[in-house]
């Protein structure tokens, strides 16, 4: 899951979401048509390196991408944590 912070047709660039904003990684997807900028989506693809003058550069070969633009991050990110305490307490 990602914002888009750059886009072009082809081709955006994502920031994670669910890390914090100082922390966050960014990859490059490739993507059919354009992703609109500041909106969020859930990407689904095969990441693929590219070689670059600076060395190899991870890149997601977008097969899905979904627009999530009303998803309540937080509320999201408090049903992993649930999920998460569930599974260890059912594996006890």
């Known amino acids: ?8 047709p082809g081709i955006a660039l994502l920031q994670d979401i669910l890390d914090d904003v100082d922390n966050a990684g960014s990859i490059w997807a490739i993507v059919e048509g354009t992703l609109e900028i500041a909106q969020k989506y859930i990407l689904i ?3 693929t390196e590219k ?3 600076d ?12 627009n999530i633009d009303t998803l309540d991050i937080a509320l999201y990110k408090e049903t992993l944590e ?4 569930v599974n260890q307490a059912l594996s006890r």
Do not use: C, F
């Open 51 to 53: 070689k670059t003058s």
């Open 55 to 66: 060395g190899n550069e991870l890149r997601l070969a977008v097969s899905l991408s979904y």
């Open 45 to 47: 693809g095969d990441v």
């Open 1 to 8: 899951m990602g914002i888009v912070v750059e886009a072009q």
């Open 82 to 85: 649930l999920e998460e305490k």
